[in-house]
C-alpha cells in the first residue's frame, strides 16, 4: 500500500513517509566549565546502574548510543579493550566509553521491546537507516498509523531520522528527575568513563563535585563559615591535582548519596572561590587536626620553602578536638616487623625517635636490635607507618610525638648477666624451676617472691605520645571549626592557614 498511507485521515507526504534526513538532537550532553573526573574503581569487572536518560559513546569510533533509563550496565576490561554488556547487548572499544547525562531533553522517548530496525519510511520494507538494540533509545517526534499499525518516527543518537514500528517499540515520558548513575552503595551526579584498564572515573562539573566532598571531609552540622573555608580550600586542593580519587588519600568523595543541604549551600555560596598566592590558586591541603601548632612543608614533607612559602606553621588555639593529645601503645614485635626484622630470633634493645621539625616533627626513627641498629627515615607518612594503628589506616596519627619505651623484663643470662628487655618471646630464659626454657607463646610464667604469675612474653610497652591527625600541614578541620565559633570568617579562616595568600575568585 505504498502512496497510500493516512494518518488521522490526512494523506501523509513523500518526504515524510519515505524520506529521512540526518538532523541534530534536540537534547545536548552537559557541558563543564571546569570538568572533574574522580577514580571511583579499577576493576575487572563492576556494574552501573543508570537513573536518567545517558549518551554512550564509543572513545575509539566516535559512535554515538542513547541509553535507555533505569538500565544495569556491566562493565568489563581485559585483552586491550573496555567493554558494556546490558542483557545481551553489548558494545567494545579499545579506548572505553564516556556516558554522559543529558540537558534539554525530549519531552517523549521510544524504547524498544527488541532489536529494531528504523526504516527510511513507515512501512515494514522501506530502506533500513540503522539497527537499534534492546538497551537503546531514541527521541520521539511524532506517529502515524499505516494499515492498522502505528509508526514512530524518531531521531537517533548519531542524528538520523527514521521510523519503527510499534510492534517492537513504545513511547514513554523522558525521566524528570536528577540524572544519577550508582555504583555500589553510591548514587553520583554527572556521567563516566571507563577504560581498557578497567578503571572507572566520575566526570562531572567542579562545584557538583564539590558538593560530594565537603560533607565527607566535614560534619555539615559544623559552623557555616567552617564550612565555606573547607569548600574554598577543596575547591583549590581539586584544581591543582592530576589524578582525583574517592579516597581520603585524595579529597573524600562519595557523590550524590552523601550531599546534604548545609554543605551544598557552603559550596554554591562560594562557588567559584579559591586560596590564592601570585595571583593562582596554591595546592592547598587539609586535615582533621593539628595538636595545636600546623606544620612546615618543608619539614614534613621536604617541600621548597621558596615554591611554598604558605605552607608555614601557624598557631592553631581553637582546636576541640580528641585528637589533639594522644596515646598508643606498641609491642616490640610490631615495631621489630615494621623495621623489617625477624621477629622469631631477633630482640629490640632501645628505639629512638628522632626530631627534625621546627615543633619537633619526627624526621627518623632508630631501631637498637640484637641483629644490628637500623634508621628509617622519611616524610610524614612513612614514619608514621612504623607504628600501625589500624582504626587509623594503618598508621600514626602524624608524626609529632615523643616515645616512651619501658622495658618490663629484667633477664639472666649466661654468667649472670643481667639485662632490661621489651619482651621475652622467643627468648632462652631460667624458667620457675631453674632450669632454661624457650619462651613460645604468647604469655610466659615468671617466679615471684609470692609464687608464679602469668604475664604477656611481649607486652605493649613502648608508648607513643602524640599531637594532631593527619600531615598537619595547611588547614586543620577542627581548628578552622574553632576559629569559626569565635567570630571568623570563611576568608580569614582560609587565610590564617595559608599566610600571605588571597581569596577570591
Known amino acids: 500500500m505504498k502512496g497510500r498511507a493516512f494518518a488521522g485521515g490526512a494523506l501523509l507526504t513523500a518526504a515524510l513517509l519515505f524520506g529521512f534526513s540526518p538532523a541534530s538532537m534536540a537534547y545536548e550532553k552537559a557541558f563543564y566549565t571546569q570538568e572533574t573526573k574522580v577514580k571511583l574503581a579499577t576493576k575487572t569487572s563492576l556494574q552501573v546502574q543508570l537513573n536518567g536518560l545517558f549518551e554512550l559513546e564509543n572513545l ?185 580519587t574517592n579516597t581520603p588519600s585524595s579529597q573524600a568523595y562519595n557523590g550524590y548519596t552523601k550531599e546534604h543541604s548545609r554543605s551544598n549551600k557552603a559550596v554554591d555560596e562560594t562557588a567559584g572561590v579559591m586560596v590564592k598566592h601570585n595571583g593562582k590558586p596554591i595546592q592547598s591541603f587539609f586535615y582533621s587536626t593539628s595538636g595545636g601548632q600546623t606544620a612546615n612543608a618543608w619539614d614534613v614533607w621536604g617541600s621548597s620553602k621558596t615554591t611554598f612559602p604558605y605552607l608555614k606553621s601557624v598557631e592553631d588555639p581553637y582546636e576541640a578536638s580528641s585528637h589533639s593529645n594522644w596515646t598508643d601503645h606498641f609491642a616490640s614485635g610490631t615495631i621489630l616487623q615494621k623495621f623489617g626484622y625477624n621477629t622469631a630470633n631477633t630482640v629490640l634493645y632501645d628505639l629512638k625517635a628522632n626530631p627534625k621539625g621546627e615543633n619537633g616533627e619526627i624526621g627518623s626513627v632508630t631501631a637498637v636490635t640484637s641483629a644490628g641498629t637500623k634508621t628509617v627515615s622519611g616524610n610524614e607518612s612513612v614514619i608514621r607507618k612504623l607504628f600501625p594503628v589500624d582504626r587509623y589506616y594503618g598508621m600514626l596519627r602524624s608524626n609529632w610525638f615523643t616515645l616512651n619505651p619501658v622495658k618490663s623484663f629484667t633477664v639472666q643470662g649466661s654468667g649472670n648477666t643481667v639485662q632490661q628487655q621489651f619482651s621475652v618471646k622467643g627468648a632462652s630464659i631460667m624458667g620457675a624451676d631453674g632450669k632454661p626454657v624457650s619462651v613460645q607463646n604468647s604469655t610466659v610464667q615468671i617466679q615471684t617472691v609470692s609464687g608464679p604469675v602469668s604475664k604477656e612474653a611481649d607486652p605493649a610497652t613502648i608508648a607513643v605520645n602524640g599531637k594532631g591527625w593527619g600531615h598537619r600541614i595547611g588547614m586543620s578541620q577542627y581548628g578552622a571549626n574553632g576559629f569559626a565559633n569565635k567570630g571568623s570568617s570563611a576568608e580569614d579562616i582560609v587565610k590564617h592557614y595559608f599566610p600571605g595568600t588571597v581569596v577570591g575568585k
Open 60 to 244: 575509539s569510533t566516535r559512535e554515538k548510543t542513547l541509553l535507555l533509563p533505569e538500565s544495569t550496565l556491566t562493565i568489563t576490561a581485559g585483552s586491550g579493550s573496555s567493554k558494556i554488556t546490558a542483557g545481551t547487548d553489548s558494545y567494545s572499544a579499545a579506548n572505553g566509553f564516556r556516558v554522559s547525562e543529558l540537558t534539554n531533553l525530549p519531552e517523549k522517548i521510544v524504547k524498544f521491546t527488541s532489536p529494531t530496525t528504523v526504516r527510511s519510511a513507515a512501512d515494514d520494507k522501506a530502506a533500513s537507516v540503522a539497527s537499534v538494540k534492546k538497551i537503546e533509545a531514541a527521541e520521539y517526534t511524532g506517529e502515524t498509523t499505516v494499515s492498522g499499525v502505528k509508526w514512530y518516527n524518531v531521531k537517533l543518537a548519531n542524528g538520523l531520522q527514521g521510523w519503527v514500528s510499534s510492534k517492537t517499540a513504545a513511547v514513554q515520558s523522558s525521566p524528570t528527575v536528577l540524572s544519577l548513575f550508582k555504583y555500589g552503595s553510591l548514587q553520583y551526579r554527572g556521567g563516566f568513563e571507563t577504560k581498557a584498564d578497567g578503571s572507572l572515573r566520575n566526570v562531572l562539573g567542579l562545584e557538583e563535585y564539590l558538593k560530594g566532598v565537603v560533607p565527607n571531609e566535614m560534619p555539615a552540622s559544623w559552623h557555616m563559615e567552617a564550612l565555606k573555608a573547607q569548600a574554598i580550600v577543596a575547591r583549590s586542593y581539586a584544581v591543582n591535582t592530576m589524578n582525583l
